[in-house]
């Protein structure tokens, strides 16, 4: 029987991970190998993806994969025995009552890791450079902002648009720490472990702080195994050991230390403990160059030895080739086992060696029964399962598990979990819109409009030219003003998605939306971006960002300026007033469902051109409920505010200038009394004859939809600037044209600062290609409302 067969709270365990490359490395890496033991917990509310327990974590699966896993049923006390072992309870407990004593092993001097022979630290003045790496939710970002305090800088790592945040640490000057991706294996899976792997291997850290989830212990030492092998000096930091000790459970640090080969320090990243004493110990092993102990960690006992020798016979065989490439080389090793391309590619090796290599591999998996892969993985789990038996006495009841539960039955629930996603994103944006964030901007905007009187007076009082003045006023003032209002909308949806992401609830989310999403060859995790697009493309577009693959970014926020944003309802208000008396309602419902049926459509298409290929397989963790710490939130807030002012003072303080002056000029150059007269009216007369097809062929028209660009509600302030009454209005459009222009204006390009989101996460030629496809795709709506409106009406 397959994982697929099995009902709910039945238990079963695994003997065969079907499917092929690199999405079956991956379920191998989060544990899902022959032999573990899987319950299953639960089917999402539209019975698409399931929710498995496996190596004590939550993970998910879609069926379809779930289908290509072979399992055999197993009893519930049979499952239950798996995980905890009376008997290795009784030896750990009497173990730690004989240990209590010895304090914690010392920093080298006639340590374990270090002796005074062998020393020779780094010179004076080397920049400590440290690589912190982890699992996802195992507190990286809570360390990381632990060990720098507010000195930070972000950048991005070469070539792709992840986030490389990296400091000092606070108290050493000469030291560096960068927060890599959250990873779950050192297979390069998705764009972000590639971009962790690359780091490690080619930027050498002086060393590497492995933060590991102590609540989750044996998923996040399957990264350490690898990490270890890097032969890089490193240390690992156990988090969330309040939580640990809070239920009972405890760690024999110096016993693991003993196993593993390097230091291991508990630690409480949220609540600041232990982290002076992970400091002391990662400077140290950095500046002594004190490199792990131990790689071996395949057994020569353990079925025959025969990973032990295929790893170690291949050891030897490239070992010329990995000193060449830098590469070390039991990492080598076990990566060309596992058939690893970069890898290969990089040592360069002969034909004949990889022949002799793929012998050597095909003679393992012959004699463990295991393909490559399989045996790989099992021998890391395999010696975590030792290690965790000696060294961890696990809490019998988590309080966090439990409340995690509870919380899952009602925010996961089959009947529940849609209602309360609506309910709480429904909150959200009323928060934001109509409460916070509007009560901010209201704030901003008085204090804009204040700062613009006294430069009008002080200009006025100074005599300065009219041009000088209408630049600095009409333009500046009011086009950055505008865009500015954006940014207390920003910021405050930024701090609930950033609550709803360090709570934990985003992975549910994605979950219980993962079979929606899929239609349109998405993930689940896009839910969130394109919901935001209805609060505004610029927020949606920076939370993006998340999104694990490349692949599936592009097309989420390709589609998120479908989403009609709110700062289009006041064109929409305008419009429905003058045309469609007393059917406003009616109006707004069908134009947010065109812009969805449009992005589904535009979805579907480019599904089958452009992005190719499935989603990111939904291979995912649901970590527990944790609450979130205040000093995390408050550090994004203020990374994504001053990344927003940025732009707003770069790019689009150049696109205000540009509209201000064709708007403000003629073709002379002189100051315009007569907006007719204007560049801006001259560039729209040529191209109005593009709207004819919708019934419009005016320049005051287009010259309202060139203003929007800026922001979509100057479309409504610059026709009645223009137009001056409804009376002048209707003269030039009909019901049926206005119908279109409505179209039109709900999917034509986004506004400059959502243009600008765009091109700082996907780059220029993505920007200008998203500007083009919206405008075709508005006019060939705009044309097919006023074709089809003039047949019927
Ligand atoms: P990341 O995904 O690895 O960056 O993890 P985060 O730093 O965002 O942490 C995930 C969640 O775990 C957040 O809600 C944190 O507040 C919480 N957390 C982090 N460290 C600890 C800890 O030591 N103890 C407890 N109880 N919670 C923690
Ligand atoms: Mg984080």
Same mark, same amino acid.
């Given at each position: 029987?397959?994982?697929?067969?099995?009902?709910?709270?039945?238990?079963?365990?695994?003997?065969?991970?079907?499917?092929?490359?690199?999405?079956?490395?991956?379920?191998?890496?989060?544990?899902?190998?022959? !032999?573990?033991?899987?319950?299953?917990? *639960? %089917?999402?509310?539209?019975?698409?993806?399931?929710?498995?327990?496996?190596?004590?974590?939550?993970?998910?699966?879609? =069926?379809?994969?779930?289908?290509?896993?072979?399992?055999?049923?197993?009893?519930?006390?049979?499952?239950?025995?798996?995980?905890?072992?009376?008997?290795?309870?009784?030896?750990? /407990?009497?173990?730690?009552?004989?240990?209590?004593?010895?304090?914690?092993?010392? =920093?080298?001097?006639?340590?374990?890791?270090?002796?005074?022979?062998?020393?020779?630290?780094?010179?004076?003045?080397?920049?400590?450079?440290?690589?912190?790496?982890?699992?996802? &939710?195992?507190?990286?970002?809570?360390?990381?902002?632990?060990?720098?305090?507010?000195?930070?800088?972000?950048?991005?790592?070469?070539?792709?648009?992840?986030?490389?945040?990296?400091?000092?640490?606070?108290?050493?000057?000469?030291?560096?720490?960068?927060?890599?991706?959250?990873?779950?294996?050192?297979?390069?899976?998705?764009?972000?472990?590639?971009?962790?792997?690359?780091?490690?291997?080619?930027?050498?850290?002086?060393?590497?702080?492995?933060?590991?989830?102590?609540?989750?212990?044996?998923?996040?030492?399957?990264?350490?195994?690898?990490?270890?092998?890097?032969?890089?000096?490193?240390?690992?930091?156990? &988090?969330?050991? #309040?939580?640990?000790?809070?239920?009972?459970?405890?760690?024999?640090?110096?016993?693991?230390? *003993?196993?593993?080969?390097?230091?291991?320090?508990?630690?409480?990243?949220?609540?600041?403990?232990?982290?002076?004493?992970?400091?002391?110990?990662?400077?140290?092993?950095?500046?002594?160059?004190?490199?792990?102990?131990?790689?071996?960690?395949?057994?020569?006992?353990?079925?025959?030895?025969?990973?032990?020798?295929?790893?170690?016979?291949?050891?030897?065989?490239?070992?010329?080739?990995?000193?060449?490439?830098?590469?070390?080389?039991?990492?080598?090793?076990?990566?060309?086992?596992?058939? #690893?391309?970069?890898?290969?590619?990089?040592?360069?090796?002969?034909?004949?060696?990889?022949?002799?290599?793929?012998?050597?591999?095909? /003679?393992?998996?012959?004699?463990?029964?295991? #393909?490559? &892969?399989?045996?790989?993985? #099992?021998?890391?789990?395999?010696?975590?399962?030792?290690?965790?038996?000696?060294?961890?006495?696990?809490?019998?009841?988590?309080?966090?598990?439990?409340?995690?539960? *509870?919380?899952?039955?009602?925010?996961? !629930?089959?009947?529940?979990?849609?209602?309360?996603?609506?309910?709480?994103?429904?909150?959200?944006?009323?928060?934001?819109?109509?409460?916070?964030?509007?009560?901010?901007?209201?704030?901003?905007?008085?204090?804009?409009?204040?700062?613009?009187?006294?430069?009008?007076?002080?200009?006025?009082?100074?005599?300065?030219?009219?041009?000088?003045?209408?630049?600095?006023?009409? !333009?500046?003032?009011?086009?950055?003003?505008?865009?500015?209002?954006?940014?207390?909308?920003?910021?405050?949806?930024?701090?609930?998605?950033? =609550?709803?992401?360090?709570?934990? %609830?985003?992975?549910?989310?994605?979950?219980?939306?993962? *079979?929606?999403?899929?239609?349109?060859?998405?993930?689940?995790?896009?839910?969130?971006?394109?919901? +935001?697009?209805?609060?505004?493309?610029?927020?949606?577009?920076?939370?993006?960002?998340?999104?694990?693959?490349?692949?599936?970014?592009?097309?989420?926020?390709?589609?998120?300026?479908?989403?009609?944003?709110?700062?289009?309802?006041?064109?929409?208000?305008?419009?429905?007033?003058?045309?469609?008396?007393?059917?406003?309602?009616?109006?707004?419902?069908? =134009?947010?469902?065109?812009?969805?049926?449009?992005?589904?459509?535009?979805?579907?298409?480019?599904?089958?051109?452009?992005?190719?290929?499935?989603?990111?397989?939904?291979?995912?963790?649901?970590? &527990?409920?944790?609450?979130?710490?205040?000093?995390?939130?408050? /550090?994004?807030?203020?990374?994504?505010?001053?990344?927003?002012?940025?732009?707003?003072?770069?790019?689009?303080?150049?696109?205000?200038?540009?509209?201000?002056?064709?708007?403000?000029?003629?073709?002379?150059?002189?100051?315009?009394?007569?907006?007719?007269?204007?560049?801006?009216?001259?560039?729209?007369?040529?191209?109005?004859?593009?709207?004819?097809?919708?019934?419009?062929?005016?320049?005051?028209?287009?010259?309202?939809?060139?203003? !929007?660009?800026?922001?979509?509600?100057?479309? +409504?302030?610059?026709?009645?600037?223009?137009?001056?009454?409804?009376?002048?209005?209707?003269?030039?459009?009909?019901?049926?044209?206005?119908?279109?222009?409505?179209?039109?204006?709900?999917?034509?390009?986004?506004?400059?600062?959502?243009?600008?989101?765009?091109?700082?996460?996907?780059?220029?030629?993505?920007?200008?290609?998203?500007?083009?496809?919206?405008?075709?795709?508005?006019?060939?709506?705009?044309?097919?409302?006023?074709?089809?409106?003039?047949?019927?009406?």
């Amino acid at each position: 029987m397959t994982l697929r067969d099995l009902e709910i709270g039945e238990s079963c365990r695994i003997t065969a991970v079907g499917g092929e490359g690199e999405l079956r490395q991956h379920f191998l890496d989060m544990g899902v190998i022959p !032999g573990a033991v899987a319950t299953l917990i *639960k %089917y999402a509310p539209m019975g698409d993806p399931m929710e498995l327990r496996i190596h004590g974590y939550a993970l998910t699966l879609r =069926l379809a994969d779930a289908q290509q896993i072979e399992v055999v049923q197993i009893s519930a006390a049979e499952a239950k025995a798996e995980e905890d072992d009376a008997a290795s309870i009784q030896e750990k /407990q009497s173990y730690a009552k004989r240990q209590t004593v010895e304090e914690h092993p010392g =920093l080298g001097e006639g340590g374990r890791f270090h002796d005074k022979a062998t020393e020779h630290a780094l010179p004076e003045g080397t920049i400590l450079t440290f690589a912190l790496a982890g699992n996802q &939710n195992s507190g990286k970002t809570t360390l990381f902002n632990q060990l720098t305090g507010s000195n930070q800088h972000v950048g991005n790592f070469p070539g792709v648009t992840v986030d490389r945040k990296s400091g000092a640490i606070r108290g050493y000057p000469g030291t560096e720490v960068t927060d890599l991706p959250g990873i779950y294996s050192m297979s390069p899976y998705t764009s972000e472990e590639l971009v962790s792997r690359e780091y490690i291997l080619h930027e050498k850290p002086k060393g590497i702080i492995n933060i590991v989830d102590a609540t989750n212990i044996e998923r996040n030492l399957y990264l350490t195994m690898q990490l270890i092998e890097l032969n890089i000096p490193m240390v690992v930091a156990l &988090n969330m050991m #309040d939580e640990m000790q809070g239920n009972g459970g405890s760690v024999l640090i110096n016993r693991m230390e *003993k196993h593993l080969g390097v230091p291991v320090i508990p630690i409480s990243a949220a609540k600041n403990q232990g982290v002076s004493e992970l400091i002391e110990h990662a400077i140290h092993v950095a500046k002594y160059q004190e490199r792990p102990k131990r790689q071996d960690f395949c057994d020569e006992q353990e079925h025959g030895g025969a990973v032990h020798r295929c790893i170690h016979a291949i050891m030897h065989l490239i070992e010329d080739h990995a000193a060449a490439a830098e590469i070390p080389i039991r990492f080598a090793a076990t990566k060309l086992v596992e058939g #690893d391309q970069h890898i290969m590619e990089a040592l360069k090796l002969t034909q004949n060696e990889k022949e002799m290599i793929e012998h050597i591999i095909v /003679q393992m998996e012959e004699e463990r029964g295991l #393909d490559r &892969n399989a045996a790989i993985a #099992d021998m890391r789990f395999s010696f975590i399962e030792r290690l965790v038996k000696k060294t961890v006495i696990k809490p019998t009841e988590s309080k966090e598990a439990i409340r995690s539960a *509870k919380l899952d039955r009602l925010l996961t !629930g089959k009947y529940t979990a849609i209602p309360m996603f609506i309910l709480i994103m429904g909150i959200v944006f009323w928060l934001t819109f109509n409460v916070i964030g509007a009560f901010l901007q209201d704030l901003l905007a008085q204090g804009v409009d204040a700062l613009t009187k006294l430069a009008d007076q002080g200009l006025t009082a100074l005599g300065t030219s009219p041009a000088l003045h209408s630049l600095l006023i009409d !333009g500046i003032f009011t086009g950055v003003g505008s865009v500015l209002s954006f940014l207390p909308i920003v910021v405050t949806l930024f701090f609930f998605l950033s =609550l709803l992401e360090d709570t934990g %609830y985003m992975a549910r989310i994605a979950f219980v939306m993962d *079979k929606l999403l899929r239609k349109i060859g998405l993930s689940g995790r896009s839910i969130v971006p394109m919901l +935001v697009g209805f609060g505004c493309s610029v927020p949606a577009v920076m939370s993006s960002r998340t999104l694990p693959s490349e692949r599936d970014r592009k097309m989420t926020i390709m589609l998120i300026p479908f989403m009609s944003c709110s700062a289009k309802l006041p064109i929409y208000g305008f419009f429905t007033a003058a045309f469609f008396p007393g059917r406003g309602a009616l109006i707004m419902v069908l =134009l947010y469902f065109t812009g969805i049926l449009v992005g589904v459509i535009v979805a579907k298409i480019s599904q089958c051109t452009v992005f190719k290929g499935e989603a990111v397989p939904f291979v995912m963790e649901l970590p &527990n409920y944790r609450m979130p710490g205040f000093k995390n939130v408050m /550090q994004l807030l203020w990374e994504k505010a001053k990344d927003f002012i940025s732009r707003a003072f770069t790019i689009i303080t150049l696109a205000t200038i540009v509209v201000w002056f064709l708007q403000t000029f003629d073709f002379g150059l002189n100051m315009v009394t007569d907006s007719g007269r204007s560049i801006l009216a001259v560039i729209a007369g040529w191209i109005s004859p593009i709207f004819a097809p919708m019934g419009f062929s005016n320049w005051k028209i287009t010259s309202a939809l060139i203003t !929007g660009f800026m922001a979509k509600e100057s479309v +409504v302030s610059t026709l009645q600037i223009l137009f001056g009454s409804d009376a002048a209005l209707h003269a030039v459009l009909t019901t049926v044209s206005a119908a279109a222009l409505l179209v039109f204006c709900l999917l034509y390009t986004p506004c400059v600062a959502a243009i600008a989101s765009i091109h700082r996460e996907l780059g220029r030629k993505w920007a200008i290609g998203v500007v083009v496809l919206q405008c075709a795709i508005a006019w060939l709506c705009g044309v097919i409302v006023y074709q089809v409106g003039m047949l019927l009406f």
